[in-house]
């Protein structure tokens, strides 16, 4: 086995344990494995080990690893999520290329990403981000603004409304981390009974997936703990 199919096996443990001290069933629970920075042979390697969903943060190294593969149809089920801050001049790059943005936290971004979206594509998916840290240095709209934007994302016709997303403070204080995951949860919660097509808490990653999937995360963004701190080849 290879070094990133076997990381991926250690990661999808580490979820099946977790969902099972939680006492939820691990097939709720989404891996998408965080590829961003790493050349197009780790993507190819991790699907070869049976990963279907990647996240990707910078749009144009996304752009070209996504149009190479689109040309290959053995790839053509890959499942690719934006999930880094988007500026509003690579939106089109992204609209035109992803299935998912995960980083949505403001009304002109929303506008874009609609008019943006070719028809000929199926409705781009949105996790709207919050800041649940209040941290300056983090992207993600407050969690005032966040049903506001939920019903502009609702009317927005090339565009469907699927959850949330959040970056905890990086701490190890798991009564902090908790907090901010409960609080999570808890607009999730409230979203979900508001918008039929809101499934999908993103929150969770390489070092506190665990604590995030007690607080009733449906998908965890890993990257480390699959390709590691270099590059693969």
Request: proline share 3%; hydrophobic share 40%; charged share 20%.
């Amino acid at each position: 086995m290879n070094q990133i199919a076997q990381h991926l096996f250690q990661v999808k443990e580490r979820i099946a344990q977790a969902a099972k001290q939680a006492n939820r069933n691990q097939q709720q629970i989404q891996l998408l494995a965080v590829s961003k920075t790493k050349p197009i042979e780790a993507v190819i390697t991790a699907y070869a080990a049976g990963q279907r969903c990647f996240g990707e943060s910078y749009a144009q190294e996304a752009a070209t690893k996504i149009d190479t593969l689109r040309q290959q149809p053995e790839y053509s089920d890959i499942e690719w999520h934006f999930i880094g801050p988007l500026q509003s001049n690579k939106s089109k790059l992204v609209a035109e290329r992803f299935d998912w943005v995960q980083s949505v936290d403001r009304d002109k971004l929303i506008e874009r990403l609609n008019n943006q979206r070719p028809a000929s594509m199926a409705p781009l998916n949105i996790c709207l981000q919050i800041n649940i840290s209040g941290e300056s240095s983090k992207s993600g709209t407050s969690e005032q603004e966040i049903f506001r934007l939920a019903e502009q994302v609702s009317h927005s016709e090339r565009l469907v409304l699927r959850g949330l997303m959040a970056i905890p403070e990086h701490t190890r204080d798991e009564a902090v981390l908790g907090s901010q995951m409960a609080r999570m949860q808890a607009l999730f919660t409230e979203l979900a009974q508001q918008y039929p097509s809101v499934d999908t808490l993103s929150m969770g990653m390489t070092e506190d997936l665990e604590l995030a999937i007690a607080h009733g995360s449906t998908m965890v963004r890993v990257g480390t703990a699959i390709f590691g701190a270099r590059d693969y080849s």
